[in-house]
């Protein structure tokens, strides 16, 4: 059905949420976070510096194990790179937590397939389509 997909790299923008892999990756956290107060989980701010201290300390530890893989295979790592991302992934943390502590609700919870499939009867032919179509 998808024999190739083109994979669109996106920046990290770090300085920039609003846009390339900052901003997804807040949306998605946040909407993460409300699926997870849906089903009654209780979130405040010591669960977030939380959140964001243990998520720093396991990518560092990544970041060591990767280095090392990296050098036993001889190749580059961009350690000062790997970093930043981890810096610009906590700062994402924090602002998704922040978020939505001040909107709890405000991210709308993403639809089943179902219910995609119940309001748009084609919607998967429209979606073969257009990745057949993207594809060309």
């Given at each position: 059905m998808c024999e190739t997909y083109e994979h669109k790299h996106?920046?990290?923008?770090?300085?920039?949420?609003?846009?390339g892999l900052m901003k997804m990756g807040i949306d998605i956290t946040k909407t993460l976070?409300?699926?997870?107060?849906s089903t009654g989980i209780i979130f405040n701010d010591s669960f977030f510096r939380t959140l964001r201290i243990t998520y720093s300390r396991a990518a560092q530890a990544f970041i060591e194990k990767y280095e090392s893989d990296s050098a036993i295979n001889g190749l580059y790592f961009d350690r000062h790179l790997e970093i930043k991302a981890v810096e610009a992934f906590t700062n994402g943390l924090k602002i998704a937590g922040d978020?939505?502590?001040?909107?709890?609700?405000?991210?709308?919870?993403?639809?089943?397939w179902s219910r995609v499939n119940s309001a748009i009867p084609d919607f998967f032919d429209k979606l073969i389509e257009a990745i057949e179509s993207d594809n060309k």
């Open positions: 996106q920046p990290l923008s770090e300085e920039d949420i609003t846009t976070f409300t699926t997870l107060a978020q939505f502590l001040e909107n709890p609700s405000g991210t709308p919870l993403i639809p089943n």
